[in-house]
């Protein structure tokens, strides 16, 4: 039996910081697999790798040895740098338990999305931080600690005042050993409920059949997210929410967990920590291309609500973040289009009524939520959405 992630960890930083090479550093796996991704470089989708943590008398490591003892099982999620895939960060976000802000040692700090991702995990709660001081390979000594100083000098009053800043160079390996320490003394386990009513968040979803396969070989679609509360186990009665686009109406869908993948390993139970495949009996043509991302999981007859349509009380921030001019963030007008991020659905929707403490917003596109989850605000300035603020979702 495969040893089951314990924890989701997300790697966030602006582009070409090098989120993807430390990854595959930790891992072995190249997450950028898109074919979009591989043609730009750049991560466009969330990108999956599981990496097993072991420690011997030499230090920490990722793999095993004769005298290794385990330590635990890390989902990590590669979440975009780029500022145009902000809702695919924040998608990232909603799935994790702690975060690794990676910051290049060889350009100024902060970058535009630096700053961005920053306040995105400030934004949604993400309290746990490993700061990863990253390509110190390409500076001297000197260039590297005025980088350091620099670093701490952002961080300075916001949720990663007191994050351990490690130097690493994810392009040679140096210094793994001590992020995989300070991963493991900042980032815990958390303490879980298993005996919750199971909830799903559907991050990708995918037909994973080769073309010109055979009728009797098809292999229904496959979701790829990451349980947030309780279980799911093979053979639950499962709805998704909201569902199926058909006309101006979304289609709840209801199917049978056919399967359970953690990485490349089979499981028999999904439980939060890290990112899983849900093998379900559904016709591929409804999965592919992450049609169904943003979705929601529960078991049969447990589904929340699904708004077209609802009332929001914001907190606005008061810089808009991302931005390279200095701007406060203005009042939500009536009228004006936001981006709304739920858990991990993005949807766009048009402001119907302003009042003093809340806002009633019409969506484009239907998400399934509940009222305590927290959904977050992006206005859109020049040609760019940047994150304004975060709401409640009223009653």
């Keep these: 039996m495969a ?17 993807t090479s430390l990854l595959e550093k930790l891992s072995g796996i190249w997450t950028d697999t898109h074919s979009e991704e591989m043609k730009r470089g750049i991560t466009i989708k969330l990108g999956y790798a599981n990496v097993n943590f072991y420690k011997d008398k030499k230090g920490y490591m990722t793999k095993s040895s004769k005298d290794a003892k385990f330590l635990r099982s890390v989902s990590f999620v590669d979440a975009p740098g780029h500022e145009t895939l902000m809702a695919t960060m924040l998608s990232g976000a909603a799935i994790v338990d702690g975060a690794l802000l990676l910051i290049a040692a060889n350009e100024k700090c902060p970058q535009p999305q630096t700053r961005e991702h920053l306040m995105a995990l400030e934004i949604v709660g993400i309290k746990n931080i490993v700061i990863v001081q990253n390509k110190i390979d390409l500076v001297d000594e000197k260039q590297a600690l005025d980088n350091y ?25 140096t210094n793994i050993s001590e992020l995989i320490e300070s991963i493991e003394e900042n980032i815990k386990t958390p303490v879980r409920n298993f005996e919750k009513d199971p909830v799903f968040f559907v991050a990708r979803s995918f037909d994973v059949n ?44 209801h199917t049978v967990i056919h399967g359970l993948m953690s990485g490349k390993d089979k499981i028999s139970e999904a439980t939060p920590g890290g990112s899983v495949a849900i093998l379900t009996g559904l016709d591929p043509s409804v999965v592919k291309s992450d049609s169904l991302s943003g979705n929601l999981i529960t078991l049969e007859g447990r589904s929340p609500e699904v708004f077209y349509r609802f009332k929001l009380r914001p907190e606005l921030l008061k810089r808009v973040v991302g931005s390279k001019e200095d701007l406060e963030v203005d009042p939500i007008r009536k009228g004006e289009i936001l981006m709304l991020n739920i858990n991990s659905s993005t949807s766009v929707g048009d402001v119907a009524a302003v009042s003093k403490r809340e806002i009633e917003v019409s969506l484009r596109i239907p998400v399934a939520a509940r009222f305590t989850d927290r959904v977050t605000i992006s206005r859109r300035i020049g040609t760019r959405w940047r994150l304004i603020g975060i709401a409640d979702v009223v009653k």
């Design 3 to 19: 040893d089951l992630p314990e924890a989701s960890i997300l790697l966030v930083g602006h582009v070409d910081h090098g989120k």
């Design 149 to 173: 100083a620099k670093i701490k000098e952002f961080v300075k009053g916001t949720i990663a005042e007191n994050a351990p800043v490690i130097p690493v160079s994810a392009q040679h390996g």
């Design 210 to 253: 080769k073309p010109g396969v055979g009728v009797d070989k098809i292999i229904g679609g496959v979701l790829g997210g990451a349980v947030k509360e309780g279980r799911f186990k093979i053979g639950d009665k499962i709805e998704i929410n909201p569902g199926f686009n058909k006309g101006e109406k979304y289609i709840r869908i």
